[in-house]
């Protein structure tokens, strides 16, 4: 295990540091997110290793965030999902994907995003995820046990703050679930079932008190970076489906083909509800 230096930052104004870090990921997924609205329903996707589609598109999108991140902040480290896979030995490391719900953008469905999450030695700190076709713009901060100061922990959507639903679930409250964990649908559910088709909109749904919760059977680090961070500091739950650890990440580790099974829920009462229906997608994930 790599140890990783005293932070950089010390001596720093990190209130400025942070409000450069909001500007700078409101500005380039703003930037990213119209150059997609041109192309939307406009590119042919292919199909990669994993059976997911890529397009032109993404290829651009990452290109251009990389090289974004390279001028704004030359000493952070950069996993994506076009391009390095593996967790760099940078103090700073931004993970991005460049386009969250390519089926649904290929297809003309709209509802798709850009997706940053910034993390400090290996654990994030800061997300960043713009949908531009419902001018939707989540981002949070969730500095957990760190040292790092100048920025108070909380969710936003449109700079609104958010939290988690506090409500009991019923047949008139949603429940998420991806293309992977459909077989929930055999059973009883105490919530009526959604599918969206964009993991990390998935996820920020719960965080925005829109669902109770939510699953996805087989997400990749670039789909929960951001995401992650807004749930914690909206108030809701993350529940890991087996028995690896995520954060943090190691260095020199290849997380192109690691799944991360989880389930997300409004508050920790209902991880007892909703954990049993589920959690047999953490054993099927790990034989995939």
Sequence with gaps: MISFPVPRTTGLDMNDFWTDILNFAKDTTNRVGNRHLRDFGQVQGSEKADGTLVTQADRWADQEIRDAIASHFPSHGVLSEEASHQFPESEWCWIIDPLDGTTNFTRG?????VSLGLLYQGTPVFGYIHFAPVQQSFHGFWLG???????????FLNGRPIHSSQDSPSQNHFFNLCARSTSVMKQPFPCKIRMLGVASYNFLATANGVTLGGVEATPKIWDFAGAWVIIHAAGAVWVPLDSQTIFPLEVGQDYGQRSFPTLVAARPELVSVFKPLVEFLGDKASRM
Excluded: C, D, H
């Excluded at 046990?145 to 909380?154: A, D, F, Q």
């Design 109 to 113: 469905i709209p509802l798709w995003g």
């Design 145 to 155: 046990k760190s040292e790092l100061k100048g920025v108070e922990n909380g969710a």
